[in-house]
């Protein structure tokens, strides 16, 4: 079972979802502030961080963006809506995907699994490593390089990066991008993909405003090449 | 609707004012009769000394003075005689010419030329053998006897009576003419043709046999 | 929605207009200008044509008695041709034209003409000559040509100081002609100077009535601005006319209607602010509670009977709470005007076939659909999803199964093609008393429900929703039995790229 961070102030909502992914079998760390949740990481070593973005002190984008500096740990972000600027913000700043407050705990846990979770569509056939111009991508071992040097890349970039090379030139709209990659519904927030999408140009491109992986199709979304 | 007719009313009264002074006199209009200035005074080269001036009716009812001579002898020949009396002389060509003459030139009624100017005269057509006398009483008054009745003559024939015994006497013809007729009956009054005197009428005053 | 009331009203002020206050003011100004232009050229006119005529009439009278006073007469008068030789050399000497001169005495007429009878002398001219020895004229106008008739009675001296009528009365007849042409000419003189006269007022006309409408045009603007929200719109006040009056009372007014209106704001302002701080508050302890309903419901089973039911009870409750919290939330967006709209160009049919297949709504024969592919919108998927699904949860469960979902485009003339969705039911049908209502908020058309499954919000967000679209949505009622309710969305697919 996954090991969560939870960085939640409030002490109802904490104990709430503290209590009931425990009971799903989660073992859960749960910290106040975000300084608090940082200096917990060395030390319980998570497999996944669930982060508020509404912290006393330090808040969640600045966590959010420490983490990001140092590991590509998987980050969910607690929000309410309506603070959909945060939800942007958060979401540039490194998170791979967000919850919504309130929601039951099968919900997050379910979120939780889909960060988790492997792609694992198109592995068999194919060769460990493919090569797109300068990008070499490892299915296997989950590394992309570009000219040699290996990107950081977060789990929903990698994951998103993975599906659209899977099928080069095909065009993905963001409604199946959101259902394949983040496991959402059809009806989710489209702003994920987008967010996501500009993380992962700012990592592979050479210039992020002429993307040459990753093109635009506008009004119907995204596609891998062609080169 | 309300505005409507008021803006109707409004215009009627302005093209109302706008019209009357303009149209008030286009052009020449006609005018009435306007008294400019006094008569034109002629020359009808009348002499008092030779001649006289008798007073016919004209065809509209006025009297018309015309001019006689008495050069001609004959209004003597009609068998008029004056009964000779106060300064003037019979036959005498200086000074004016005696009344009694003139009253008898007058009786012979209008000659051809004044007739051919259609004048005529009121006054019965004379009787041969009548005198006229004419007396001078003090305060501008004249009495003359005339021989013929007073009675049913006209006004006219009163008026040219008036007249020529009026301009015989006096030049300016202001003089009060009593006249008594065979009859008895007697009147009296001015003449009044002259410009500039109120029109009094002659043979208003009183009548009847008083003496 | 209909325009129907707004082509009359929009007709009449477009006639009002080409009597408008400038027109009117205009026209004032010009009539002023055109009765006292007119007047004055009336009168100089007068002035001018009554001396011409005068002294025309002066002179003929004076040289005509100058004239007469040079013959001599006899008396009686003989007509003939002395006469009227005598007759034709006045008339030569006439002045300031030729006269025809006429003689009457007695009865002898001669003229200086060819006939002894003047048909242009009146009878009351002749009258007046007889009645009293003066001079006298009379203008006449006799076939449209102006004469001048001139009588002059005769007198005669009778001794050095007197005279008397001598009963010849000459006449003169003079025509006017040239005079006419002269009094022709004043009037066209008036005429021409009164008629650019009345030009020259238009310029002072304009000019007066653009500063009298100027108040007016800002009083207009002005009115425009409040009525497009800026209640701060105040008039300069000029002067201490009307309409400096007008404009203080405009002001006024303007200012009491902005002061109620900030009250009003304000008030609705703390009104929404409340709800929503409501909910916000609401929100983190339920955050809380939500979480571990499922703690509660799993060991529900494991507890004595009344405990469980209570358990069970709050969960269930706490999730009820959680989704009108949801939707109060929501609202309250809408009523901030916070709500944003996330589009995306999405294919509809397959929009709506997710939206009912998330919620296990195909999978029986309840909703049925008419879909027909390839209709693409630019629509924002999340609320599209709440509205479909607000629609076809509420015809599930106030109305009856089967619902059918039916999807169409339909180009409008106006323009812009709509997207239709229409979401019919197989229930009685909303009752007409409903109708009006049945948008607004905890609005319940089905009195005897006490409390259904949804928070009583559902179809104000839809219609907010629709609205936030810039589209229409309408309740009503199939003609056989069952409810309809009708989204129209302008289709903008292709053209606004985002």
């Not at chain 3, 007889?130 to 009379?138: I, L, M, T, V």
Request: net charge neutral; glycine share 10%.
């Amino acid at each position: 079972m996954p090991r969560v961070l939870l960085i939640e102030d409030d002490p109802s909502v904490r104990e709430g979802v503290e209590l009931g992914l425990r009971r799903r079998g989660h073992e859960v760390r749960a910290a106040a502030t975000g300084e608090a949740g940082l200096a917990a990481m060395a030390e319980f070593r998570p497999d996944l961080l669930l982060l508020d973005l509404m912290l006393p002190g330090m808040n969640g984008v600045q966590v959010c963006r420490q983490v990001r500096e140092r590991s590509q740990l998987p980050i969910i972000m607690l929000t309410a809506r309506g603070d959909d600027f945060d939800v942007v913000i958060g979401l540039e700043a490194g998170a791979d995907d967000y919850i919504v407050k309130p929601a039951r705990t099968e919900v997050i846990e379910a979120r939780i699994r889909a960060v988790l979770r492997r792609l694992d569509d198109g592995g068999a056939g194919r060769p460990a490593i493919e090569f797109y111009g300068e990008l070499a991508i490892d299915r296997v071992g989950l590394t992309v390089t570009k000219a040699g040097r290996p990107l950081a890349l977060a789990p929903s970039e990698l994951k998103l990066l993975l599906h659209l090379a899977a099928a080069p030139e095909q065009v993905f709209s963001r409604q199946q991008l959101l259902e394949h990659v983040w496991e959402h519904s059809y009806h989710a927030d489209a702003r994920l993909v987008d967010a996501c999408v500009a993380r992962l140009r700012g990592k592979i491109e050479d210039e992020a405003g002429s993307p040459r992986y990753v093109q635009t199709l506008r009004g119907f979304g995204y596609r891998f090449g062609p080169l | 609707m309300r505005r409507a007719r008021t803006r109707r009313r409004a215009a009627a009264v302005a093209a109302v004012a706008v019209a009357v002074p303009l149209l008030g006199g286009c052009g020449i209009q006609e005018t009435d009769v306007i008294e400019a200035g006094g008569p034109a005074s002629v020359d009808a080269f009348f002499n008092r000394d030779s001649e006289m001036l008798l007073f016919f009716r004209s065809p509209d009812g006025g009297l018309s003075p015309v001019i006689r001579t008495t050069g001609s002898s004959t209004v003597f020949g009609d068998g008029y005689a004056e009964s000779g009396s106060a300064a003037q002389n019979p036959g005498d060509t200086d000074g004016p010419v005696p009344t009694e003459k003139v009253v008898v030139a007058l009786l012979a009624g209008p000659r051809k030329e004044d007739r051919a100017a259609g004048l005529t005269t009121s006054l019965p057509a004379a009787r041969p053998g009548g005198t006229v006398e004419v007396e001078l009483l003090p305060g501008g008054r004249v009495t003359t006897r005339l021989p013929l009745a007073l009675e049913g003559l006209d006004s006219t024939a009163v008026r040219q009576l008036t007249c020529t015994i009026a301009y015989s006497q006096d030049a300016d013809g202001q003089v009060v003419v009593e006249l008594t007729g065979q009859d008895g009956a007697s009147t009296s009054g001015t003449c009044g043709l002259a410009p500039g005197t109120t029109g009094n009428v002659p043979g208003t005053a009183t009548s009847g046999g008083a003496t | 929605m209909s325009t129907g009331p707004e082509s009359g009203p929009v007709l009449g002020r477009a006639r009002v207009r080409a009597f408008g206050l400038r027109t009117r003011l205009l026209l004032a100004f010009l009539l002023v200008a055109a009765v006292s232009a007119g007047t004055t050229a009336a009168l100089t006119y007068r002035e001018a044509r009554n001396a011409l005529l005068e002294t025309a009439q002066d002179t003929a009278v004076t040289s005509f008695r100058e004239q007469v006073q040079q013959i001599g007469v006899g008396l009686p008068v003989q007509g003939g041709e002395d006469l009227e030789e005598l007759l034709r050399g006045i008339a030569r000497r006439g002045k300031p034209h030729p006269w025809v001169v006429f003689a009457e005495y007695g009865s002898v007429r001669a003229s200086s003409g060819e006939n002894p009878v003047s048909t242009v002398i009146t009878p009351e001219l002749r009258r007046a000559a007889r009645a009293n020895p003066h001079g006298s004229f009379e203008r006449v106008v006799k076939d449209g040509v102006p004469y001048l008739t001139i009588a002059m009675p005769t007198v005669f001296k009778t001794g050095p100081y007197s005279l008397l009528p001598s009963g010849l009365v000459l006449y003169a007849v003079m025509p006017m002609t040239d005079e006419q042409v002269n009094v022709d000419a004043l009037l066209m003189a008036a005429r021409d100077g009164a008629l650019p006269g009345l030009a020259v007022a238009l310029i002072p006309g304009l000019i007066a009535a653009r500063s009298v409408l100027r108040p007016v045009r800002e009083l207009r603007r002005a009115a425009r601005n409040m009525g497009s929200g800026r209640l701060d719109t105040r008039i300069p006040v000029r002067g201490s006319d009307e309409l400096a009056d007008l404009a203080r009372t405009f002001n006024e007014s303007a200012g009491q209607l902005e002061r109620t209106v900030r009250e009003l704001r304000e008030a609705e302002e703390r009104a929404r602010r409340f709800a929503s701080d409501v909910s916000h508050e609401l929100r983190t302890p339920l955050a809380g509670m939500l979480a571990v309903t499922e703690v509660l419901d799993e060991d529900a089973d494991h507890l004595d009977a009344d405990t469980a039911r209570a358990v069970r009870l709050v969960s269930a409750e706490t999730g009820k709470l959680a989704v009108l919290v949801e939707d109060l939330m929501e609202i309250s967006r809408f009523d901030a005007r916070a709500a944003e709209l996330n589009t995306d160009e999405i294919d509809v049919a397959e929009a709506i076939r997710k939206t009912l297949s998330n919620r296990h709504w195909t999978d029986d024969d309840r909703v049925r659909t008419q879909l027909p592919d390839g209709i693409r919108a630019r629509l924002d998927p999340r609320r599209f999803d709440i509205v479909i699904a607000n629609l076809v949860g509420n015809a599930l469960r106030h109305g009856g199964a089967p619902v059918t979902v039916r999807l169409r485009t339909e180009a409008r003339s106006a323009g812009t093609p709509v997207l239709i969705t229409e979401v019919m039911d197989s229930g009685p049908g909303i009752r007409t008393d409903s109708l009006p209502h049945i948008f607004d908020r905890f609005y319940k058309a089905d009195a005897a429900r006490i409390r259904s499954a949804g928070s009583g919000l559902g179809l104000a967000i839809t219609l907010e929703n629709v609205k936030l679209h810039g589209g229409t949505i309408r309740a009503g009622n199939l003609p056989g039995a069952g409810a309809v309710f009708t989204l129209e969305i302008p289709l903008r697919a292709e053209g606004a790229g985002g």
